[in-house]
């Protein structure tokens, strides 16, 4: 719901446009008056008015230098132009300040008032515009804050790679462990982060967790003091079959045969 300013230096006009149209049905909430720009300015001023409806003939200063001071100082609101004249030079005018519609006199108050709620459905989907970005722009400058907090203001490929290690090491045991949990984590893109690991290690992401995985399942099997159900669960295998089917690809032999030779 917003405000409205109406501005005619014909009185009546004015307060009749102001009584007899059904403002609230246009998403109105008060509508104000003033019958000079003097009074406008001054109404403006004193009140947080969001559409300027203004007839552009008017003694001393017109609606036209009414906008103008408008948009020099309250460049929020937006301009509705009323006049008896269908003059070219007027709507040029209108043009080059943006005003966001010209009425040419007689119009029918329901034809206004529809002309009005236009330029407020258009204000609305404006600032609507307006909140997601400023939201957008906080939720980046969060996150980014985030980032330096955790890693710094910029990191070598080197480090990179480090945090990327360091980050599988400790949750190898992790069965949702993987490229893009751990780019997430690290605030990366995937595939980026998988080509600088690869750059660094000569080795995939996904090979390198594989590994590591075998390689603790094998130090844990030498134990011998768990069984390999419980060491496939240990690195981040919920289904023993799985774990079964790469530990031999990767040992020549099943964990239980592992186990036993060593």
Known sequence: MMKLLIVND?????????????WELYSIKEVYTAYNVKDAKKCINENAIDIL??????????????????????????????TCHASFEY?????????????????????IAQKVNKVVVEIEQQ?????????????????????????????????????????????IDNIELSVNDIAEKLYM???????????????SMGKYIIG???KMAARLLKSGKIS??????????????????????YYGCTPTQYQEEN
Not at 73 to 79: D, G, L, S, Y
Request: proline share 3%.
């Open 53 to 82: 409806l203004c007839d552009i003939e008017m003694p001393e200063e017109n609606g036209i230098a009414l906008c103008r001071w408008v948009r020099a100082n309250k460049e929020e609101i937006e301009c509705i132009f009323l």
């Open 10 to 22: 014909e009185i009546l006009t004015a307060d009749t446009m102001q009584v007899d149209i059904e």
């Open 212 to 214: 590591e995985r075998m």
């Open 228 to 249: 390999a159900s419980i060491v496939a669960r240990q690195v981040g295998y919920s289904s023993y079959p799985s774990f079964n089917t790469m530990f031999k690809k």
């Open 91 to 111: 709507a040029k005018e209108a043009i080059e300040l943006g005003c966001k519609n010209y009425i040419l006199l007689p119009a029918k108050y329901e034809d």
């Open 189 to 203: 893109h995937p595939v980026y982060l998988n080509r600088l690991f690869r750059n660094e290690k000569k080795i």
């Open 127 to 171: 600032r609507e515009n307006r909140k997601y970005q400023e939201y957008g722009k906080q939720a980046v400058d969060e996150q980014m804050s985030d980032i330096i907090k955790r890693f710094g203001e910029k990191k070598s490929s080197e480090e990179l790679v480090a945090e990327t290690v360091k980050y599988i090491n400790q949750n």
